[in-house]
């Protein structure tokens, strides 16, 4: 009788651990659930992007954005160091769009973007640093914006506001960017205005664009 007992017992306790395990594990499991969400990655049309490029930079019609162009198109001269292929100096609608499907092919939702400001050489403290999409690229791809800690570092992100839900992380979008930087000092601004509001200031954001793996894009501001 002691032995049945026993053996009842032993079940019991088994039938009671699995039952506990389980719903840890469930419980595991829907505190997984509801970590942040996964970020699909923003639809650009390349090839309309690629041409709308060229309706609004290209001046001359010649199919190229070059020279005097490019310091208009703060985005495309970003685009040199990685989308100039025949290395002309200029950007045509198929460099573009054969860039885009590069992020494409990256498969990246958002993505942490780090920089360094520098005024006259010294470190940029308390500065807005505003990264606004070239509008070629579509709806999709959102506004993100940052601010200056010690030693003139930050990190820019779409703002929560923005993102497809409130537990989609923090990060921005890849991307073709035009650079707007501010800081006010005594209700003045310090920045020269070729770096806000008239911006020579562009940038590209993608896994392989120097800087962006090694963590911070130094950006050397001038006053003179």
């Known amino acids: 009788m002691l032995s049945i007992l026993c053996r009842a017992n032993s079940r019991r306790l088994r039938h009671t651990l699995s039952a506990t395990l389980a719903s840890l594990m469930t419980i595991l499991l829907a505190s997984c659930s509801q970590g942040p969400a996964r970020v699909n990655q923003p639809y650009i049309d390349a090839d309309g ?12 019609g010649d199919g190229v954005v070059a020279g ?11 685009l040199l160091a990685t989308a100039d292929t025949n290395k002309d100096g200029g950007i045509t609608a198929e460099e573009v769009t054969e860039r885009i499907n590069k992020w494409k092919e990256q498969q990246t939702g958002v993505t942490i973007f780090g920089f360094v400001l520098t005024l006259d050489g010294r470190p940029l403290e308390g500065a807005i640093v505003t990264l606004e999409p070239e509008s070629f690229l579509g709806d999709e791809i959102k506004t993100a914006i940052g601010e200056t800690g010690v030693g003139g570092s930050g990190g820019a992100s779409i703002p929560k506001a923005e993102r497809p ?38 940038q590209e954001l993608a896994g392989d664009v120097p800087g962006i793996a090694s963590g911070g894009v130094a950006f050397a501001l001038s006053t003179k």
């Open 49 to 60: 992007a690629g041409e709308l490029a060229m309706d609004q930079y290209d001046t001359n």
């Open 68 to 78: 005097d162009e490019l310091e208009k198109a703060p985005g495309l001269k970003a």
């Open 165 to 202: 839900s409130p537990t989609s992380p923090p990060g921005m979008h890849l991307g073709l960017y035009r650079v707007k930087i501010s800081k006010l000092v005594n209700g003045k601004e310090i920045v020269p205005p070729k770096y806000n509001e008239q911006t020579i200031l562009g």
